[in-house]
């Protein structure tokens, strides 16, 4: 009988197989995603009894106390010489659920995961907000890695990571790097962040900028000179920047421009596409702060964001739209991937449709 526990052996067929998450939910099998499809394994339907036996075990007390009472709770799990898990447990109409996400082990730099050279403007920066924004599961956590990553191996600072759970370990190189989970290392992201600037930080990451405590301490300490990266669920740089604007009461929002206007030195809006070939790619959408962006945010004009964007090409900035339909001419994803995650979805199917592409009616749907 082998030792370890019983889940063990799923994620090692999960890795093995190159699949990103696995889900266990009682009433089916378990499901690996393999190149963003549903693909189940070969196995017997769960009852709770399979599924306690193969979650409880891998779980802090603590915190499966805590799903208990509230439905639903995360925690990070190592398989040692395989790779670490981000797991949420949660409670659904049939029972209980989970799912496990491979948090790659190997840290990549920006080169090895094909992100424009652009991108490496941000590992220079001496201040400011940066945001990296996406649907869940679009890599943002990927993306922001290897900018930290680059920044660990070329300049001596602080940095202080704030995540639930942690998910890429990074050794000190030329930098100390502090990482922080929310649970064991403290109970908020805000309480975190309020702490981490009595920390002497030179960068600090903000895993999630859920609420308006959060953000707001954020933009202050962005304002006082610090370098602050931080995660949005928006899929595009205007949205992002209404977002954070509109989490504060509307007698607020004009000072909140004021200071966001001062402040956002960067916005990387990503989404993660199936290739051709196997496996997925990003699409960035990347804006880079400008005087004409600052004036746009201050008065209002975000929907206008679009035309910076267009503008700043010479400096490597792109918009989603551009970014999808590069990925289009190099032939590595198919057309009606790309009118599924255009923001402009008239303006594509128009582009495709001129290029030859057979697009059915309801591709957009």
């Known amino acids: 009988m082998s030792t370890g526990n019983r889940i063990d052996r799923f994620l090692k067929l999960m890795v093995d197989k190159g699949a990103s998450d696995l889900h266990l939910s009682v ?53 040692p010489g395989i790779s670490r898990f981000r797991v949420n447990v949660y409670k659904q109409h049939r029972g209980m659920g989970a799912v496990f996400r491979v948090i790659p ?34 890599g943002k956590s990927t993306t922001l890695s290897a900018i930290i990553n680059e920044m660990n191996a070329t300049r001596p600072m602080h940095f202080i990571t704030i995540e639930d759970p942690i998910e890429f370990v990074h050794p000190n190189k030329m930098s100390l ?7 064991p290392h403290s109970k908020s992201f805000s309480a975190a ?37 931080g995660t949005l669920h928006t899929n595009s740089a ?11 009461p509307s007698e607020r929002q004009e000072s909140v421009r004021g200071i966001l206007a001062g402040v956002l030195k960067g916005v990387l809006a ?31 004009k975000t929907h206008q964001i679009g035309g910076v964007i267009q503008q700043g090409k010479n400096q490597g900035m792109i918009g989603m ?5 590069l990925l289009v001419e190099r032939d590595l994803i198919e057309p009606h991937a790309a009118l599924e995650k255009a923001l402009s979805k008239d303006e594509m199917r128009k582009w495709l449709s001129e290029r ?3 697009l059915p009616d309801d591709a957009d749907a």
């Open 270 to 300: 990503q989404q993660l596409l199936r290739r051709k070939a196997g496996g997925r790619c990003a699409a960035l959408e990347i804006l880079f702060g400008t005087p004409a962006m600052a004036s746009l945010i201050r008065e209002g």
């Open 193 to 229: 962040l309020r702490a981490a600037i009595r920390e002497d930080p030179d960068a600090v990451l903000v895993g999630e900028m859920r609420d308006l405590e959060t953000i707001e301490m954020a933009l202050n300490a962005a304002e006082t000179g610090l370098l602050v990266f």
């Open 27 to 79: 009433g089916r099998p378990p499901i690996f995603r393999l190149s963003g499809r549903m693909d189940p394994v070969r196995y017997r339907v769960l009852d709770d009894r399979d599924f306690e036996a193969l979650v409880r075990p891998i779980s802090p007390p603590h915190l499966w106390t805590s799903y208990a009472a509230e439905g639903d709770t995360d925690f990070a799990y190592e398989l």
């Open 177 to 183: 790097v502090s990482q922080r989970e929310i649970g």
């Open 238 to 248: 205007s949205k992002t920047i209404d977002r954070v604007i509109n989490v504060f």
């Open 356 to 358: 030859g592409a057979t």
């Open 105 to 138: 082990t190997k840290l990549m730099t920006v080169e090895q995961l094909g992100l424009p050279p652009a991108v490496r403007k941000l590992v220079n920066l001496q201040g400011g907000l940066v945001l990296v924004t996406g649907p869940t599961g679009s």
């Open 321 to 325: 739209d551009d970014s999808l339909r």
